[in-house]
């Protein structure tokens, strides 16, 4: 492997672009480089591993217990990508992705403050899964965070809130992080659980196929560890966090009681979904799927998304967990050697048949997951109207319920034009699945029909100077002279 | 607040010399490897910015890029998302104003 | 959508500002609509433009219909019920030498002569106070003080809105397929069943070519992509809207600090997708010239780039007014990316025509002939 830290020091092309060094990228890295492709792994992050592996290889957390075996079998995906060509761009943002010409892509990046367009004959994105978004009133108070934030503090610094933390919604990591938090020594005064409690009747008739999973037993060592040691209330309907310039308390409702629980930090989780803003700016066409109940890009059984030469793997196109994150790379690396004409058809079939055998046992139990884990309503499109749903522009719920029932609108796109959410920096990051569920309550149809933002490259924002100096490409010249 | 939960150490077991910055010139110490928005949460510092648009003071949220609500001013440099960036010995770090003005605006 | 009549008076085929405009104008004037929109009104150039509302620098051939247009948007809330997000503190072409001065110079004396009064010539020091922030080497420009720009998407879902209220039947999501000739009516075949009228508005945009086509009046239209930047609000330092005459270059700051950025870099259209390409290189140029007019926006981050998908005629002038070969037919396409400001104009002036048989404002130079006789 080499680490490349000056954008000057790219290469003008490469065979495969891959976006994304976690689970899914590493692999598919370390599998295209093993066949002998000119690779190139970007990632925003300054340390590989994705946000699953955060900092596996600069953690300050050294007691293994903490964080679990699950976090340090990441190590061995780093090691196969360190034994090969690749090159991987740490602290390297790729802010768009489009078709050239020719038949391959051109990438725009950005590292040290310098942006530079970069050419690559097939993309794989793996750029994971965020968490949902949790619009509750006063969410946007410091002091809120998401419960992904606090474990990124957890394994990057060795970091645990210091006063009293509440840990609120629904979904595997609230008891994965509770318990690594209360390993670490954090003060937990709560774990509010908003699962629905019909969930259970929907997810039954998974069940069975649960039991058979690699799930079963992690799960089960979680939540049993967790509920054991940790103040635990379920039944959670309502939430709100309080305070004036910082949190300092969260009112809750459960069984049609309130209180006020006084803390100092609020974490919040109902569950991840795809990172979709790099698939969707590039044109990759995407579905509302209906039980993670999130857009996710189209792909075949190749993770090929409706652009030819543009494959989605990971969490990036269907959140799938770490392990299935790295076989999909795996699968998403065979197939782009074969459309880079390193291997036929029959052996790249050939050697993705074990790892296809792989990724069906990983994603074994994960619909009884998906269905049980199903945030409630009222946290998918909250009902107070003073709830702020753009963090970006401050758009709050009611105004967008609103302005779709009085002026007709009946999308997000054409809801931009009215109140603006999803234009600010995030690009609807944190927005968009919200604005989507209101939209669609107003007009009494499903997500599927209202659409999601078309997203606009830069995906995240450049400066003005870094576009002014942008290096022209070689590739850009010979278009001209042709 | 956040706090380390043990003192921060190198893989030989020796402590690591902290690095010094400034936030709004008050200077503070963080672990060398941490992100400018870690280092920040490490000082007791909560929010970062004021919105643009009701200038209500917000402070990281994710931590991984996506909100942007961690932004600041680093050596000058407006908008820099803090979880993304790692902190250096020196750095100049402020708080990102919502409704700058013009002097404030830097190339 | 496939209730209701599917007979009309006029059918309009499009619905961008220019179709949701004329729909409006003609129910005012008690006629019975129906608009087809194979998207949602505003999906492409008319929803993503720059929002310019320009009479500076136009072709005289247009100036007649952007006059009429400009009276209307400095009254838009009490004709749409919407303000549009219209505001108007002027366009400002300036001006980078000696040379490109001298030619606004010759530009507003042609204009003078012929009658029109709305650019005027000014000098380095109201350049300055119009525009503080540029650049100090340019000296001076031509200011045209009742323009402005609006929010386009907002501006052509109230015109859609507005139509639909006084009784227009507003189709989204219909995809006309055909046009042909069915007795005194036209036949306009679509992909939710036939509609019939005896008089159809051709206001389809980039897909204008195909229903001319049908109609045996093919022209020479080009699908472009112009493309667009919007940075990060940034403190409050310019109110008018900025071009460039020897440059590319517009620019304008919202009054929520956002900056947009544009001048005509052309991306690439994939116009049965209804996807557009970005080119970066072109985009390049195009802050280039920002960092050397306004040093203020060295700094700022870019926050979205995009391109609409729109007509361009060989002449850069739009097509509109009868057809040539047909009674009842009309043409109201290819404003070649300049179509925005004249769309609540344009729509009074085809009613008009439709309704009354003629208008008094004048398009002569606009007309589909000059295409396709030979």
């Keep these: ?482 | 607040m956040f706090r380390p939960i043990a003192e921060a150490k190198a893989s030989d077991g020796t402590r690591v010399a902290p690095v010094g910055f400034t936030f709004d010139g008050r200077a503070m110490t963080a672990r060398a490897g941490d992100t400018v928005a870690a280092a920040l949460l490490a000082n007791g510092v909560q929010a970062c910015r004021q919105t643009p648009v009701s200038g209500a003071p917000r402070g990281p949220y994710c931590m991984m890029g996506v909100c942007f609500e961690c932004l600041v001013v680093i050596d000058g440099i407006g908008n820099r998302q803090g979880c993304l960036v790692p902190l250096r010995d020196g750095m100049r770090i402020q708080t990102q104003a919502g409704r700058r003005q013009p002097d404030e605006v830097q190339s | 959508m496939s209730g209701g009549s599917r007979s009309t008076d006029v059918i309009v085929i499009g619905g961008g500002i220019h179709g949701c405009s004329t729909a409006l104008h003609c129910a005012l004037r008690g006629l019975a609509v129906i608009l087809i929109e194979k998207d949602h009104a505003g999906r492409h150039a008319s929803g993503v433009n720059a929002g310019g509302v320009r009479q500076l620098a136009r072709h005289v051939a247009e100036i007649p219909l952007s006059n009429t247009s400009m009276a209307l948007w400095h009254r838009i809330g009490s004709l749409v019920d919407d303000d549009c997000g219209f505001t108007s503190d002027g366009q400002v072409l300036v001006a980078e030498d000696e040379e490109d001065l001298g030619n606004c110079r010759a530009r507003v004396d042609d204009l003078t002569l012929r009658g029109f009064h709305h650019e005027e010539l000014i000098d380095s020091a109201e350049l300055r106070r119009l525009v503080p922030a540029v650049s100090d080497a340019c000296p001076g420009g031509v200011v045209s003080r009742r323009d402005g720009a609006a929010i386009p998407l907002r501006a052509t879902q109230a015109f859609k809105r507005k139509a639909a209220e006084r009784g227009a039947d507003i189709r989204e999501g219909v995809r006309v397929t055909r046009v042909s000739r069915d007795g005194a009516n036209w036949r306009v075949e679509t992909d939710d069943g036939p509609f019939f009228a005896p008089r159809i508005v051709n206001a389809a945009g980039a897909w204008a070519d195909r229903i001319a086509a049908d109609l045996g009046e093919p022209v020479p239209l080009e699908v472009i992509a112009p493309m667009l930047m919007i940075t990060a609000a940034m403190p409050a330092f310019i109110k008018p809207v900025v071009i460039l005459r020897k440059r590319k270059l517009s620019f304008k700051q919202f009054p929520n600090g956002t900056v947009l950025i544009g001048g005509g870099y052309l991306g690439r259209a994939i116009r049965d997708e209804n996807r557009t390409v970005l080119d970066w290189g072109k985009l390049a140029t195009n802050a280039k010239t920002v960092w050397d007019l306004f040093p203020i926006m060295r700094g700022a981050p870019i926050a979205r780039a995009w391109a609409g998908i729109e007509a361009r005629m060989p002449d850069d002038l739009p097509v509109f007014g009868r057809s040539a070969r047909h009674e009842g037919v009309y043409h109201q396409f290819g404003f070649s990316a300049h179509g925005f400001q004249l769309g609540p104009g344009a729509g009074a002036v085809m009613a008009e025509i439709i309704a009354t048989g003629s208008s008094n404002v004048p398009i002569d130079g606009l007309e589909i002939s000059r295409f396709t006789n030979h």
């Design chain 1, 1 to 482: 492997m080499k680490t490349i830290a000056e954008i000057g020091l790219l290469a003008e092309q490469y065979d495969i672009a891959i976006v994304g060094a976690g689970p899914a990228g590493l692999s598919a890295a370390a599998r295209a480089a093993e066949l002998g492709l000119s690779v190139l792994l970007a990632d925003e992050n300054p340390a590989p591993g994705g946000q699953i592996y955060r900092a596996i290889t600069t953690t300050p957390v050294t007691d293994r217990s903490v964080l679990g075996e699950d976090y340090w079998k990441g190590g061995a995906l780093i090691a196969r990508l360190e034994r090969t060509d690749a090159v991987y761009a740490p602290g390297c943002t790729v802010w768009s992705v489009a078709p050239d010409e020719a038949g391959g892509f051109e990438l725009g990046l950005s590292l040290g403050g310098q942006a530079r367009l970069v050419a690559a004959r097939q993309i794989i994105l793996a750029t994971g899964a965020q968490e949902r978004p949790f619009p509750i009133p006063g969410w946007t108070l410091p002091g809120v965070m998401t419960a992904g934030a606090a474990q990124i503090v957890l394994k990057s610094s060795g970091l645990v809130p210091g006063g009293r933390t509440v840990i609120a919604g629904c979904g595997p990591l609230l008891y994965l992080l509770a318990g690594q938090l209360a390993a670490a020594g954090a003060n937990i005064v709560a774990v509010l659980d908003t699962t629905p409690r019909r969930n259970w009747l929907a997810a039954i008739a998974a069940f069975p196929d649960f039991l058979r999973s690699p799930y079963l037993a992690k799960g089960l060592k979680l939540m049993t560890q967790a509920r054991g040691k940790l103040p635990f209330r379920t039944g959670v309907t309502s939430l709100a966090a309080e305070g004036t310039d910082t949190v300092t308390g969260v009112k809750v409702t459960r069984g049609g009681a309130t209180e006020t629980i006084a803390c100092d930090a609020l974490l919040l989780h109902q569950g991840v979904i795809p990172g979709i803003n790099l698939s969707n700016a590039a044109g990759c066409a995407q579905a509302f799927d209906a039980v993670q109940r999130c857009w996710t890009p189209t792909v075949d059984d190749w993770f090929a998304s409706s652009i030819p030469g543009i494959a989605i793997a990971g969490d990036g196109a269907g959140i799938g967990g770490a392990e299935s994150a790295a076989l999909r790379g795996e699968i998403a690396a065979l197939d782009a050697a074969r459309r880079l004409g390193r291997l036929s058809e029959a052996e790249r079939d050939e050697k993705a048949a074990p790892t296809r055998a792989g990724l069906a046992r990983s994603l074994r139990g994960r619909r009884f997951l998906d269905l049980l884990y199903r945030p409630a309503e009222a946290f998918l499109a909250p009902p107070a109207d003073e709830t702020i749903v753009c963090r970006c522009e401050e758009v709050t719920a009611g105004q967008i319920r609103d302005t779709a029932s009085r002026l007709g609108v009946t999308g997000p796109n054409q809801m931009k034009a009215f109140l603006r959410c999803g234009m600010g920096p995030c690009q609807g990051r944190l927005c968009g699945p919200t604005v989507v569920e209101l939209i669609a309550q107003v007009h009494g149809v499903s997500p599927a029909e209202t659409g999601y933002y078309r997203l606009r490259p830069p995906v995240k924002p450049i400066t003005l100077g870094e576009l002014a100096a942008l290096p022209p490409t070689e590739f850009a010249v010979k278009a001209v002279v042709r």
